[in-house]
């Protein structure tokens, strides 16, 4: 059997075994039956999804730039949702419109305006170049980190205490609503991820290769960009920005089902799905904190995990020629 196949058959009863799992863990509540079917298993759910998204449009990016240290929070799209979700705290935006949270509805509005701002100033410079996309998507972050900043600033201390537990990241949700309005998101960029595999093979080879082989790059690059911004979009508004899953993820399938986007993109997407449940089900277990009933939020703890795999990344790469 070749280890590709042992690959996913390994990952679906893996992805099996935490959906049986991981609900039960955590700390128990006066109503188990109900805090199960409320609470924890609408959270497993939607880790799952935001697992499966973020690794998907990880790998699309990585892609596209043709870098393997790129991820889905390269764009903006995590900034620009932070920014009107703490616009939202500030200004009091709560309850529910239309059976759907104010404040993801708020988030998700930023999502979309920045993905919009970096498409926009891309196509200013013609050719919609790689280069243009990710320097834009780094300057629309970067101003909109500060204008979350002036927005805590203002704040007063109950509402700089929820802005700051959003920016956290959470799988953390009440029903199974959140992970459907999540996945209308979800299941359109993975989509369409999956089905120009082929588009995104030919663009790792190089613009010229895949021109050559008759991929249309200017179009191939746009719908990349916006398959993986809408899934990113669709995760950070009801989680807030977990980080590293589309970085992580990516690297660890190529080493088990190689660079070919036709097996890499499920494999992603399943490693996703395992990933987010699991490491949430860690930082809600109390292990992190013996002896408090506190839960860490998962961002928390994919960034410590994150962190550690990209200074493997580095330590680990070929040592460059001193200039001097």
């Keep these: ?70 991820d889905p929070y390269v764009l903006g799209v995590s900034s620009g949702a932070s920014l009107a979700a703490a616009w939202a705290v500030l200004h009091g935006v709560s309850g529910l419109w239309w059976g759907l949270s104010k404040l993801s509805l708020v988030a998700l509005g930023g999502a979309v305006a920045c993905v919009l701002i970096v498409y926009g100033v891309a196509r200013l410079k013609q050719g919609f170049s790689t280069g243009t996309l990710l320097l834009a998507g780094v300057t629309v972050s970067f101003i909109s980190s500060a204008l979350i900043v002036l927005t ?80 990113t979009a669709g995760v950070v508004a009801q989680c807030g920005p977990i980080g590293f899953v589309g970085l992580v993820i990516p690297h660890v399938m190529r080493f088990f089902v190689g660079p070919s986007h036709r097996l890499l993109l499920p494999a992603a997407m399943l490693a996703g799905a395992i990933f987010l449940p699991v490491c949430d089900a860690i930082a809600r277990s109390g292990i992190l904190i013996p002896g408090s009933s506190r839960q860490i939020p998962v961002g928390v703890l994919t960034n410590l995990v994150g962190g550690g795999f990209f200074l493997y990344l580095l330590l680990g790469r070929r040592e460059e020629r001193p200039i001097l």
């Excluded at 390994?10 to 959906?19: C, K, N, P």
């Excluded at 309005?181 to 995104?200: K, Q, S, T």
């Design 1 to 70: 059997m070749s280890r590709v196949r042992v690959t996913f058959i390994g990952l679906a009863l893996l992805l099996a075994a935490t959906l049986a799992v991981t609900p039960l863990i955590g700390w128990p509540g006066v109503d188990s039956h109900r805090v199960l079917w409320t609470l924890r298993v609408p959270r497993v759910l939607m880790a799952v999804a935001a697992g499966a998204g973020l690794a998907v449009a990880g790998t699309t990016l990585q892609s596209l730039f043709r870098n393997p240290l790129a």
């Design 152 to 231: 805590m600033f203002r704040a007063g201390q109950h509402d700089i205490q929820a802005i700051i537990k959003w920016l956290m990241g959470s799988c953390e949700v009440a029903g199974i609503d959140p992970v459907l309005d999540a996945a209308v998101f979800l299941f359109p960029g993975v989509g369409a991820a999956i089905y120009m595999h082929r588009e995104l093979d030919l663009l790792m080879m190089g613009e010229l290769v895949a021109a050559a082989r008759g991929v249309s790059v200017r179009r191939a690059r746009r719908r990349a960009y916006f398959a993986a911004s809408i899934m």
